[in-house]
């Protein structure tokens, strides 16, 4: 069932921080699922402008050198791509929405996307093509998938690209799964397997003891299934203007996030504390 209004988590409403903290507190792990691009640094023009900060990147050490924290960043991005901005060995990541698993050292590919890489090649040429009157829409090809985006189109021409785009999609193959997402087209296999799957499958393959708290932060329609999958057993956030979610709490932006980030270091460094003040 969907929350329309799930609660803001200012840092002033003390209830729900002082909740956050005992959950902390008394975990014995924490297994922290971080989105990418909007939720740990800010949506840019174009995709390769969307790089982490120095706060950010220090954030994330410090969070992955915690005993009993396991930190996973999953992204619509291909693995190749998001390996670029994530300058850590030790930490698990989950590209193309899900298809493309990076853990322990080891990679996981979904068998029935890895299949579809020919098509995905064959659409790009064909799009390039329907939209080549259109500089700035760019048709980024992440292997498994596709992301048309048309952020830096002109107004004016947003309806036809996304007109375009759908109907030479549709009549390429009909069976492919098409998304919108923040001004961004995204093109998949039909398959159905998202980022709630490649959650469930890491919590299977490392298995936490009942007491471990799953955190969830994610700002996309494609984080929504996680949400869903981790409704019972851990705290999720959506991040940015209220819309329709499954998560249990939201924040307003990428500054907000990194204050919980810190207070999750603070409180998994210091647990002697029971309160945080802030």
Do not use: C
């Amino acid at each position: 069932m969907k929350l329309n209004n799930p609660p803001h988590v200012p840092f002033k409403q003390i209830d729900i921080w002082n909740n956050f903290s005992k959950r902390l507190l008394s975990s014995s792990k924490v297994e922290l699922f971080l989105d990418y691009d909007g939720t740990i640094t800010p949506i840019h023009k174009t995709p390769s402008e969307i790089i982490l900060s120095s706060d950010t990147i220090h954030i994330l050490q410090q969070l992955i050198q915690l005993p009993n924290v396991r930190v996973t960043i999953l992204t619509g991005r291909s693995m190749k791509d998001i390996r670029k901005f994530i300058p850590f060995e030790n930490i698990r990541l989950v590209a193309n929405h899900g298809f493309h698993i990076y853990m322990d050292g080891n990679e996981w590919v979904h068998p029935d996307a890895e299949s579809s890489f020919p098509k995905m090649h064959q659409l790009q040429d064909i799009l390039l093509t329907a939209l080549k009157s259109f500089s700035n829409v760019f048709v980024e090809n992440k292997q498994f998938t596709l992301g048309i985006h048309y952020r830096n189109a002109a107004a004016k021409d947003t309806p036809i690209v996304k007109e375009l785009t759908k109907k030479n999609i549709s009549s390429f193959d009909p069976k492919l799964v098409i998304t919108e997402s923040k001004e961004v087209i995204e093109v998949q296999p039909p398959i159905k397997w998202g980022k709630g799957n490649a959650v469930s499958k890491i919590l299977k393959v490392h298995p936490y003891p009942h007491n471990s708290l799953k955190i969830y932060i994610g700002d996309d329609i494609t984080d929504e299934d996680a949400f869903q999958v981790l409704k019972s057993s851990g705290i999720t956030i959506y991040v940015g203007e209220i819309s329709e979610t499954k998560a249990q709490y939201y924040v307003e932006n990428v500054k907000e996030v990194l204050q919980i980030l810190r207070m999750i270091i603070k409180l998994r460094t210091h647990n002697s504390s029971h309160r945080l003040i802030l």
